[in-house]
């Protein structure tokens, strides 16, 4: 059974149970306190559930419909539905800066459903501003996660994240170590990435689904992958603006970002939009893109401050079909390691086809062919696109 269908099957059935808003949910057994929802996601606590695998939060009566927690929530079991509400709010918010994860997921088929969460951190003065002060990781580490989906098991259909909303988080909203869907779901106001997945040490890693979600001024990349490997990993339909706008690394960077160990990605059909420089005076890509075997299609990325597209250090990566706009450093750039140092090793892999690349500051696509010299003009990889009202036609 695919995940969707698993979380529509979770969704119908937690229907049953009065969705409407606090008032109800206060005279209904099946809707639980704070105390007792930690109970029913804990191992073998089955007694709030009434045997339905539903946990679902009822609303704070105050703070929004947020609990402030000090202590992380860990959803051992597995099989079940972890919920807040459709028409309220009801969500987690972080009260202890020393906290590594509002929530930790290590059970199995998790499904978490129209469940919010508020990182209360400091915003970082740019783009609003949450109910505490924790400051934004500078880097990667382990502190300060809304969501962390550690190695959950070897199923391929592990982990749905469905209609939840993040906000304020001071490092990643959602860590995952784990196949997991991603759903129509929100990101905002996010210190570091709102999505982070690593593919190395997750069992049975290659069946990811990041889709129909937005990303909303998160200070790095809305969505990163690492390591992440097979042939369904898909990153599709997604709103992204604004993100990778504080350039930790003191670099240029994409609002999607793709590590040198990743191979096998699609990213289609997502609508990457307007970003604002770095306080470092560097800006973001629309993509960023490094490994094997990707397939980029049907996107529209604009307004960057850097490139609409970054390919480096590739292979076998096909790039159709695109809207490559209003860029400030330029359509597409393919190149080596990093923009403009290096060669491309097979440059006979790639497909640049059916894309339109216009009005871009600079190049439309710039490549860096073999033998190292920088290439503007029309070469056997781009003969196929429609190029017009760039500073530099092909």
């Not at 989906?149 to 070897?154: C, F, K, Q």
């Not at 490139?307 to 250090?313: D, E, K, L, P, R």
Request: charged share 10%; hydrophobic share 30%; net charge negative.
């Amino acid at each position: 059974m695919s995940k969707t269908i698993i979380a529509y099957v979770f969704a119908t059935s937690l229907s049953l149970f009065a969705l409407a808003g606090p008032c109800s949910a206060q005279a209904n057994p099946y809707q639980l306190t704070l105390d007792q929802f930690t109970d029913c996601v804990g191992p073998n606590l089955y007694n709030y559930d009434h045997g339905t695998g539903i946990c679902q939060l009822i609303p704070n009566d105050t703070n929004g419909g947020f609990y402030i927690l000090n202590s992380t929530i860990n959803v051992t079991r597995s099989s079940i539905l972890v919920a807040g509400q459709n028409f309220s709010t009801a969500g987690l918010q972080r009260g202890n800066s020393s906290m590594d994860a509002i929530m930790s997921i290590t059970g199995d088929n998790v499904t978490v459903y129209f469940l919010d969460f508020n990182g209360s951190g400091s915003g970082n003065g740019y783009f609003g501003e949450g109910a505490g002060s924790i400051p934004t990781c500078s880097d990667t580490c382990d502190q300060y996660l809304d969501l962390d989906v550690a190695s959950a098991g070897t199923d391929p259909e592990n982990v749905v994240v469905l209609n939840c909303f993040f906000e304020y988080s001071p490092n990643y909203s959602v860590q995952a170590w784990a196949n997991i869907e991603i759903n129509s779901s929100t990101f905002e106001y996010v210190g570091y990435s709102g999505i982070f997945i690593y593919g190395p040490s997750a069992p049975g890693a290659g069946n990811v689904l990041v889709e129909g979600s937005s990303f909303i001024d998160n200070g790095g990349s809305g969505i990163a992958v690492v390591g992440l490997t097979g042939s369904q990993n898909t990153i599709e339909y997604n709103y992204l603006i604004n993100t990778h706008y504080l350039c930790f690394d003191s670099s240029p960077g994409g609002q999607i970002y793709v590590d040198p160990s990743s191979s096998g990605i699609s990213v289609y059909d997502n609508n990457v939009n307007a970003s604002t420089p770095c306080p470092n005076g560097y800006g973001s890509q629309g993509l960023e893109m490094y490994g094997t075997n990707h397939t980029v299609d049907s996107n529209t990325f604009q307004y960057q401050v850097q490139q609409g597209i970054t390919i480096a250090s590739g292979n076998g990566i096909s790039v159709t079909n695109n809207t490559i706009e209003n860029n400030g450093q330029g359509g597409l750039a393919i190149t080596g390691q990093f923009p403009g140092t290096g060669c491309i090793a097979n440059p006979e892999t790639y497909t640049v086809s059916g894309n339109t690349i216009e009005s871009n500051s600079l190049y439309a696509i710039q490549i860096t062919q073999a033998g190292c010299s920088v290439s503007v003009g029309p070469t056997p990889l781009t003969s196929y696109n429609t190029i017009s009202g760039n500073i530099i036609n092909q």
